[in-house]
């Protein structure tokens, strides 16, 4: 999304949109080329990390190309293994809708799934809010420990950085 405040819960928020989908200019949008690129893409954007290093460079509450092209995203080919380490994670987070099942399908020639009927909702998706919630933990700290290579200490510094989410979590 384009407003990423840093009073927000989060400040950057990725989503893949399903084909066909009409977005507005709020919502800047991304071509990779190839399908795969953007699962592992998502899961480093959707970060906890990648969220407080973009929360240290807006100079506004937009997130603009300009902020977004000087990230920190890693650029891995195809056989990197934390691809196949975090993509079938993405994915089951983001092909919970019929919508996406053409997606899920596209995915399954690379082994991240078993290939679902046209127009289901897969049934590995993740749509349970406490799976949904422990799948992107898992993400987090894959992304922090093997990306950024982030200490405990270093992570648990930058969770502390999200006051309005610590909040919402201990009501």
Request: one cysteine or more; hydrophobic letters at 40%; charged letters at 25%.
């Amino acid at each position: 999304g384009d407003v990423a405040n840093p009073r927000n819960e989060r400040s950057f928020v990725a989503a893949l949109i399903p084909p066909g989908a009409i977005c507005g200019h709020k919502v800047p949008t991304i071509d990779f080329g190839e399908e795969w690129q953007y699962l592992p893409w998502l899961a480093v954007a959707n970060s906890f990390t990648m969220d407080w290093l973009t929360r240290s460079r807006l100079s506004s509450p937009s997130l603009s190309f300009t902020v977004m092209d000087n990230l920190p995203f890693p650029r891995w080919d195809r056989d990197h293994a934390l691809v196949d380490r975090l993509a079938p994670l993405v994915l089951r987070l983001t092909c919970t809708s019929s919508e996406m099942a053409e997606y899920w399908n596209s995915m399954s020639k690379y082994g991240w799934c078993e290939p679902a009927p046209e127009g289901s909702v897969p049934t590995a998706a993740l749509v349970d809010p406490a799976e949904r919630a422990t799948t992107r933990a898992e993400i987090d700290a894959i992304v922090a420990k093997h990306v950024y290579e982030l200490t405990r200490e270093e992570l648990a510094y930058v969770l502390d950085q999200f006051p309005v989410l610590e909040r919402r979590d201990r009501k």
